[in-house]
């Protein structure tokens, strides 16, 4: 095949196969060539400090040599077998030590199939319809997910709004939306509707953080209402904190899903609960009438699995999170710095590991609440960063263990660029 070296290339050639000229995920005018460590090239061959990390899998940085060759270990033995494997088990094992509420856990491919798997699963267990979420929560792709999860129009609680085509009414009606951050809303909800199976809620939604004793009210209230509180830590899973956002926050919810991270760079994903809950994947525990269907081609697949356990080791070894949440606080400090110099109005909202700027200078503490006072304050913002070899999504910030101190000196240079640019 001819090698085309030219991104205007390669986008006219994606724009006659690929609807939008893209897979869906990011700018589809960005066409990722390689990534090494802290850096990644695009097919015009300009380099890039990586802040875009796959959308939070890379925490090691790419082409991690140790990564690397435990897989390339793996390959010759097995690529998928849609059968239990040792490394799928490992993993499993390792998993479940590191995160509080898991006993046992199934694998699937993506965090979207994870969320729709862990919904249909309080549902079994529970024999209740309908499911809590809240608005602005990303839960992948499945119906229940795109209810309300960038709504247009704001239309008053608990109304759910598809956010796609081709979803019927019915899906809408089992679904009730609350404003995140506000526990009483939730309890009012809980009070009225007797027939909700669960409340999924990522603890950090998006980048936007739980106020204090905001998760431990929501499992107070699933706890007494019998519902199971499901925590999406498909990013802030071993991100946070090796424990996730549980070990973090000292909250155990009921049923967990996890991606990302636990792939180390290849397609994996998992939901994870107590034994008891679990047992619904098993039909000889539960019966047809109480058993949950689930099975994937690639589901815990060696090579994902073995490239998620070196990741797990690695991040094991002590200092590492003290490393990340340190650049983490660099790079908000550099930009809270060139911004306040600057008299330019804005909120670091997120966590360490894990965050971006808001230009407002109100509180951001729901969807509704976390906007830019002038949105193309933040379109420039992005575009000089990136014109400045930074790559960053427009609306999050992922430090890695890659990170270099040329890296962070470059990224406060171009972020000295930014805001001038917007002053």
């Known amino acids: 095949m001819q090698k085309l070296t030219s991104q205007a290339d390669w986008m006219a050639r994606a724009a006659k196969v690929l609807p939008a000229a893209g897979f869906g995920n990011f700018d589809p005018g960005f066409i990722a060539a390689s990534g090494q460590g802290s850096r990644i090239t695009d097919e015009n061959g300009a380099e890039y400090i990586d802040y875009l990390i796959g959308s939070g899998p890379m925490i090691l940085g790419h082409g991690h040599p140790e990564v690397l060759e435990a897989v390339l270990a793996q390959l010759p033995k097995g690529m998928t077998f849609f059968a239990n494997n040792a490394l799928g088990i490992e993993l499993a094992e390792d998993i479940a030590a590191a995160v509080p509420c898991v006993e046992q856990l199934r694998y699937v491919s993506s965090g979207g199939e994870a969320d729709m798997y862990a919904m249909r699963l309080a549902r079994a267990y529970t024999g209740r319809d309908k499911i809590l979420k809240f608005e602005g929560g990303y839960h992948g792709m499945s119906?229940?997910?795109?209810?309300?999860?960038?709504?247009?129009?704001?239309?008053?609680?608990?109304?759910?709004?598809?956010?796609?085509?081709?979803?019927?009414?019915?899906?809408?009606?089992?679904?009730?939306?609350?404003?995140?951050?506000?526990?009483?809303?939730?309890?009012?909800?809980?009070?009225?509707?007797?027939?909700?199976?669960?409340?999924?809620?990522?603890?950090?939604?998006?980048?936007?953080?739980?106020?204090?004793?905001?998760?431990?009210?929501?499992?107070?209230?699933?706890?007494?209402?019998?519902?199971?509180?499901?925590?999406?830590?498909?990013?802030?899973?071993?991100?946070?904190?090796?424990?996730?956002?549980?070990?973090?926050?000292?909250?155990?919810?009921?049923?967990?899903?996890?991606?990302?991270?636990?792939?180390?760079?290849?397609?994996?994903?998992?939901?994870?609960?107590?034994?008891?809950?679990?047992?619904?994947?098993?039909?000889?525990?539960?019966?047809?009438?109480?058993?949950?269907?689930?099975?994937?081609?690639?589901?815990?697949?060696?090579?994902?699995?073995?490239?998620?356990?070196?990741?797990?080791?690695?991040?094991?070894?002590?200092?590492?999170y003290d490393r990340l949440r340190g650049f983490g606080r660099r790079l908000q400090a550099m930009q809270v710095s060139a911004l306040n110099k600057a008299g330019i109005a804005h909120q670091v909202v997120g966590d360490e590991t894990l965050f971006d700027i808001y230009f407002t200078d109100r509180p951001c503490l729901d969807y509704r609440s976390a906007r830019h006072d002038d949105p193309a304050m933040n379109v420039t913002y992005n575009q000089v960063l990136r014109d400045h070899g930074i790559l960053k999504s427009p609306g999050k910030l992922y430090p890695s263990l890659a990170l270099t101190e040329a890296d962070l000196a470059q990224t406060e240079a171009a972020v000295a660029q930014a805001v001038a640019a917007i002053s």
Not at 154 to 173: E, K, L, R, Y
Request: net charge negative; with cysteine.
């Open 143 to 320: 119906a229940e997910a795109q209810m309300s999860l960038a709504p247009a129009a704001q239309v008053n609680f608990p109304t759910a709004q598809p956010d796609s085509a081709g979803i019927p009414q019915g899906v809408a009606d089992q679904m009730l939306i609350a404003p995140y951050n506000d526990l009483s809303a939730v309890e009012g909800l809980l009070a009225e509707h007797s027939d909700v199976a669960a409340i999924i809620v990522e603890p950090l939604q998006r980048i936007i953080p739980a106020m204090p004793g905001y998760l431990q009210g929501l499992r107070d209230l699933c706890t007494k209402h019998g519902v199971l509180l499901i925590f999406d830590e498909i990013v802030t899973g071993f991100r946070l904190a090796y424990g996730g956002a549980q070990e973090r926050y000292g909250v155990v919810p009921d049923i967990v899903t996890l991606g990302k991270i636990i792939g180390g760079g290849f397609p994996l994903a998992a939901l994870g609960a107590s034994a008891e809950i679990m047992a619904h994947f098993d039909k000889a525990h539960v019966g047809a009438e109480g058993w949950l269907m689930q099975l994937g081609t690639l589901s815990g697949n060696p090579v994902a699995a073995v490239a998620g356990l070196k990741t797990m080791e690695i991040l094991r070894r002590p200092g590492q």
